[in-house]
């Protein structure tokens, strides 16, 4: 591939808009002008990406397909989110997170691209600086006066072959986890942590439970509702500032700015066969501007969290009810 070859051109010129979009935003976000966490830049920068990379392409084959418009567009998009990674801009978790809107709104900037140079539309090249301008005009605007904040539920349930009896006595204290207990998921492939063990210091409401998981990640959940056999609930309690930095990126960091967990706990519940049917629930508060897609992936998240406490809770209470028939 040749340096100064149109495609060349516009993979770099793509990637070094991308990164210098990051570090002004990054910068501005100080004066309370712009933020990473934003319309404006996860679904407006990709869109410039990918414009910039097919208006230059098309100086060197005018005959480009839609399908190639769309593809073509995701070059300089990989190639950006892989230097934001090796310099430590951003976090796996981060990336993996905004790679499908990444993708998606640069294809949506490479069919723009196309339609205005096979138009032959005047003025191309100031068509591109409009497109890439509107990142920083819209930010302020967005940040000042756009505030999208949503409270939502997410709830999972198991069925647990065991009575309600010996699942309750799972639930309170979480003794060490061992890796082969905890099954593998989504969240871990992205780099979320693990669940390592779990300890209250007294039972009924107000008591304290303090999870920990890996990377030394720690935080509390106070009890505000104890009924034994039926349900305990509590109230997260989240220091963000104790969350090493490197455990989790910050703008997903749990108590943080844009994502918080609020409120969780167990209910438990009989069915017909005499199994103990356990629902695990979590209300999370999201300051992110994205809508439908940060719930998407808040579901996502929090059911993976949801899916390994059950599945460890079940698979214990059940082996220690083979333990106890066993024994006598």
Request: glycine content about 6%.
């Amino acid at each position: 591939m040749q340096l100064n070859s149109p495609k060349s051109i516009g993979i770099l010129l793509g990637t070094l808009y991308g990164i210098f979009m990051r570090l002004f935003v990054e910068l501005v976000n100080a004066y309370n002008l712009g933020s990473l966490v934003s319309i404006s830049f996860m679904f407006l920068v990709p869109v410039a990406i990918g414009y910039i990379r097919i208006h230059f392409e098309y100086n060197e084959s005018k005959t480009l397909t839609k399908k190639q418009m769309i593809t073509i567009a995701w070059q300089p998009i990989f190639v950006f989110l892989f230097v934001s990674v090796i310099t430590l801009l951003e976090g796996s978790i981060c990336v993996a997170m905004a790679l499908p809107a990444f993708m998606f709104f640069a294809s949506i900037g490479g069919l723009l691209a196309g339609f205005v140079r096979k138009r032959k539309i005047k003025k191309a090249n100031s068509s591109l600086l409009s497109i890439a301008l509107l990142p920083i005009l819209l930010s302020p605007i967005e940040v000042n006066f756009l505030h999208l904040s949503k409270i939502y539920e997410v709830t999972n349930s198991i069925t647990i072959n065991a009575p309600i009896n010996v699942v309750w006595q799972q639930l309170a204290n979480v003794s060490d986890i061992k890796p082969q207990e905890v099954p593998f998921s989504l969240t871990q492939l992205i780099g979320v942590p693990k669940p390592l063990k779990a300890s209250m210091n007294a039972s009924g409401i107000g008591a304290v439970r303090t999870s920990t998981w890996q990377k030394g990640v720690v935080f509390k959940e106070v009890i505000t509702d104890w009924q034994p056999n039926k349900k305990m609930l509590y109230r997260f309690e989240i220091n963000p500032d104790l969350i090493p930095d490197d455990a989790l990126d910050k703008h997903v960091k749990l108590g943080g700015e844009y994502f918080s967990p609020l409120y969780g706990g167990y209910q438990l519940s009989e069915d017909k066969s005499g199994n103990t049917i356990l629902t695990l629930k979590t209300t999370v508060k999201d300051n992110t501007n994205f809508g439908v897609y940060s719930r998407i992936w808040g579901e996502v998240i929090f059911q993976d969290f949801h899916h390994t406490l059950l599945t460890l809770m079940k698979n214990r209470a059940e082996k220690s009810l083979i333990a106890t028939v066993s024994y006598n």
